[in-house]
């Protein structure tokens, strides 16, 4: 007989931690999860865990952490080998099969590498999330988005290889259609959307052609999810603080961020489309800057609260002057000057007091591209509104407009010359008044960098404030030396925005036309007016005031994309003087 010693039988080792069970019934335990004999009498097998210390507990973290790393590179892995099984048998699988389930990544379709992937993700995170103001990017990374959303990861993306390589990479192409597959997924499918859906169709509708019609989805999304409350939620978390904002009041606050950032393109697209809005924010001012104050709010966050509120002001001015359709009406225009300057003075104030708020900003970059962007904003709040106002009129003719309506058309040319002074600028610290650049003076502005990135509506804005300035400059018949000035700045803008364009953008070659039929109007009138004017002096304060072919022809210079795309107001005024009523006799004169 063999001994209980011998190496045949090994001796049972004692359980360092035995469970509850077999400890109350004071029998041997094997310390297994769940031990040998709560197994076999299938009942519940527990532990009363021993105290561990800083060492043990620290190892077993960093093994937590590789298990969880592990897992989600197999499942990568997994989600890769998926979508190569599926490109490889599409072309036999039945339709109704082929089209089931959310379209894969394009890093798993094999459109782009994780590489580029990664390059183009940090890009959109370096210019674009200022422009499509929803992003947090301190909790943004890029396995969380790849992981949790396909859709959005290929969107932010598209938009990161669009601003490295232009319009017209065949690889932006491609990846532009993954992203409309992700929406026809998720068009087709009748779950709710998720919040990252949200946030792609918004990216979307901020670099499409169809922008309107897609923030109008995404809006209705949002609706869907209950971000409309988010903000009043909000606002009873922050009323009862103090204390630490909690895992909830995040989340609020990151729904809010997202709804007033598909709010805010809903008003620009409106207003700027020759539209009023189609839903009025339910906020206010003060709300708004409650949540300027909040921890969670970003320099990003700053620039997007700011802008709802100018568009607040904006959309109640508007309302205003439709309104009065027939303010033009000598015994009305005292109504609609009140709305003028009332909302000029909205204006200053909105720009004095974000000033305010900016200036606390710590980042002297982030602070100062901020203050320069008040800027910019505001003066085309300004311009819009006067020529808004001259619009719904129905005057075109400069030549046969009341006092009052040719002051509006001035007003709107110089907040215009003060627009494209700010963009050609230097960033600024502080709020002074602009100060316009000397001739032949090069600054290289901040402002003007972001182009890369910027939205298809921006590089509207941009062709369309120098073409505007240039035609209200003729038409009130500025003298020679003021429009050369002009001419100047845009030639400026011109030579800047060719360092920052990629590929072919159809707005700044309308801003090119747009210079040159200027220059051509005004030659004309110099070379008739004078042989001894050098074109390309600063001298000459002669009134022009000749109608030339040239110039009829700048002063019909509209393009399609402003008809069709934006409804910016003022590009159908025109001066026809009316030399016939000369002939006239005064009869009132003869008696």
């Known amino acids: 007989m063999n001994s209980p010693l011998s190496p045949e039988q090994p001796r049972k080792r004692r359980a ?47 093994e937590e952490s590789f298990s969880a790393l592990r897992d989600e590179i197999s499942q990568i892995r997994s989600q890769s080998n998926t979508a190569l099984v599926q490109q490889t048998f599409a072309p036999i699988l039945p339709d109704h099969l082929r089209q089931c389930g959310p379209a894969p990544r394009a890093v798993d379709a094999g459109l782009i590498t994780w590489d580029q ?46 601003a490295e390589e232009g319009f017209s990479s065949p690889t932006y192409r491609q990846l532009q259609s993954r992203v409309r597959e992700h929406l026809t997924s998720l068009l087709i499918d009748s779950s709710v959307p998720s919040l990252e859906d949200v946030q792609a169709v918004t990216l979307m509708a901020a670099y499409s052609e169809n922008g309107f019609v897609l923030i109008a989805l995404a809006m209705r999304f949002a609706i869907q999810l209950g971000l409309p409350d988010a903000m ?7 009323s009862r603080r103090p204390r630490a904002v909690d895992a909830s009041e995040r989340t609020l606050y990151r729904s809010t961020r997202v709804w007033l950032g598909i709010c805010n393109f809903e008003l620009f697209f409106s207003l700027d489309g020759g539209k009023l809005p189609s839903t009025a924010l339910q906020t206010s001012p003060r709300k708004i800057r409650t949540l300027a104050n909040h921890p969670e709010r970003t320099p990003v ?23 009065r359709v027939d303010s033009m009406l000598p015994q009305n225009e005292s109504t609609l000057q009140a709305t003028i300057d009332d909302t000029g003075v909205e204006l200053s104030l909105w720009l004095d007091e974000w000033t305010a708020i900016i200036s606390t900003e710590p980042l002297p970059h982030e602070r100062s591209l901020a203050l320069q962007n008040l800027h910019i904003q ?22 046969i407009m009341t006092e009052f309506q040719r002051s509006l058309v001035i007003r709107a040319k110089e907040a215009a010359a003060r627009h494209l002074h700010h963009i050609l600028s230097l960033p600024i610290s502080s709020s002074p008044p602009y100060s316009p650049s ?37 038409l009130l018949r500025d003298p020679v030396a003021s429009v050369m000035s002009l001419l100047r700045d845009a030639h400026r ?67 399609s994309e402003f008809v069709f795309e934006w409804d910016f107001p003022g590009l159908n005024l025109k001066h026809m003087p009316l030399g016939w009523q000369d002939l006239f006799i005064n009869i009132d004169g003869l008696f």
């Open 493 to 559: 803008l011109l030579e800047k925005l060719k360092s920052v364009t990629v590929g072919h953008i159809a707005y700044f070659q309308i801003l090119q036309t747009s210079v040159e039929k200027c220059e051509a109007a005004l030659r004309e009138y110099v070379t008739q007016q004078s042989s001894s004017v050098d074109l390309g002096g600063a001298g000459g304060e002669e009134s022009m005031d000749g109608s030339r072919a040239a110039e009829e022809e700048f002063q019909g210079y509209v393009p």
């Open 301 to 323: 966050d700053v620039r997007l609260l700011s802008q709802v509120e100018l568009n607040i002001i904006r959309s109640d001015a508007y309302r205003k002057i439709v309104q």
């Open 16 to 62: 360092i931690n035995a469970c509850v069970s077999c400890r109350s019934s004071k029998v041997r335990c094997d310390g297994r999860r769940p031990c040998g004999r709560c197994e076999k009498n299938d009942t519940a097998c527990r532990y009363y865990d021993a105290v561990k210390d800083e060492h043990t507990m620290r190892i077993e973290k960093l």
């Open 378 to 399: 505001r003066e085309w709040a300004l311009m819009t509104l006067s020529l808004k106002a001259i619009a719904v009129s129905g005057i075109e003719n400069i030549a």
């Open 438 to 474: 000397l001739p032949g003076q090069s600054h290289k502005s901040t402002y003007l960098s972001t182009f890369k990135w910027t939205l298809d509506y921006v590089w509207a804005k941009c062709a369309f404030s120098v073409l505007i300035v240039l035609k209200l400059a003729i």
């Open 117 to 162: 992937a990664a390059s183009w993700f940090q890009s959109f995170f370096s210019g674009s999330q200022y422009l499509v103001p929803i992003f947090c990017s301190n909790h943004v990374t890029l396995m969380r988005i790849s992981s949790c959303s396909p859709f959005l990861f290929d969107s932010i993306v598209s938009i990161g290889c669009r």
């Open 232 to 238: 009043n939620q909000l606002m009873a978390y922050v």
